[in-house]
Nanobody, 124 residues
């Protein structure tokens, strides 16, 4: 499967953005999806994951209550709605997918396919 992330940009503190991850190549519902981010000078961080049907979600502690992951299998797209953005949310955001068993996968090594990343900058 090929993944294409989009929707990043510059946003003010407290603002919102919605990232999209468009998939192509195979049946989208065969994959659980995840979002990761890498801030400047920091390691890659797990952000959120959503199960194959969308019935289950899981969030990293730093975004819980502010971010919402969703998917539309008919549109082959996953989303990350980000609200109440903070400067520490500034990062390159990546979507990823896996088709093995188990949910959620919290480590990047558990994902087989990756998008190219989209930059989110939160500024005052």
């Amino acid at each position: 499967v090929q993944l294409q992330a989009s929707g990043g940009g510059l946003v003010q503190i407290g603002g919102s953005l919605r990232l999209s991850c468009a998939a192509s190549g195979r049946t989208f519902s065969d994959y659980a999806m995840g979002w990761f981010r890498r801030a400047p000078g920091k390691e890659r961080e797990f952000v959120a994951s959503i199960s194959w049907s969308g019935g289950a979600t899981y969030y990293g502690d730093s975004v819980k209550g502010r971010f919402t992951v969703s998917r539309d299998n008919a549109k082959n797209t996953a989303y990350l709605q980000m609200n109440d953005l903070k400067p520490e949310d500034t990062a390159v955001y990546y979507c990823a997918a896996y088709d093995s068993s188990g949910f959620p996968h919290l480590q990047a090594s558990g994902y087989d396919y990756w998008g190219q990343g989209t930059l989110v900058t939160v500024s005052s």
